[in-house]
């Protein structure tokens, strides 16, 4: 299996974004379930892979680019996922992008 694929990284990546009762149930166990043949220590490496690029777009991107006075951000940060992350797909932009919203006005 190729935790690389990025049908497995966006599958991992929505997954990980779900907010209400799904936000409860933890990433791995979700993983397990989609992914069933996936090997623990690749599904480790997922996880991890996946927790990390989400703080990143979340806090580093959204968060620390949003400029309190003007209420605006300072960059176009869905621009700025698509050239660091390209695999992320078009569902999961738009959910990076309500959340990293969220974090920024508050994170």
Avoid at 6 to 11: A, S, V
Avoid at 32 to 54: E, H
Wanted: aromatic residues 12%; proline residues 3%; glycine residues 2%.
């Amino acid at each position: 299996m190729d935790i690389n694929d990025k049908n497995i990284l966006n599958i991992a990546l929505k997954r990980h974004l779900e907010w209400g009762k799904e936000m409860l149930i933890p990433l791995e166990t979700k993983l397990l379930k989609d992914i069933p043949n996936i090997s623990t220590d690749d599904l480790k490496k997922l996880v991890d892979y996946i927790k990390n690029i989400s703080k990143d777009i979340l806090w580093k991107i959204y968060y620390s680019n949003y400029d309190r006075k003007t209420n605006e951000l300072k960059t176009d940060t869905v621009s700025e996922i698509k050239n660091k992350y390209p695999w992320i797909d078009e569902e999961n932009l738009k959910t990076l992008h309500l959340q990293g919203m969220y974090y920024a006005w508050y994170g």
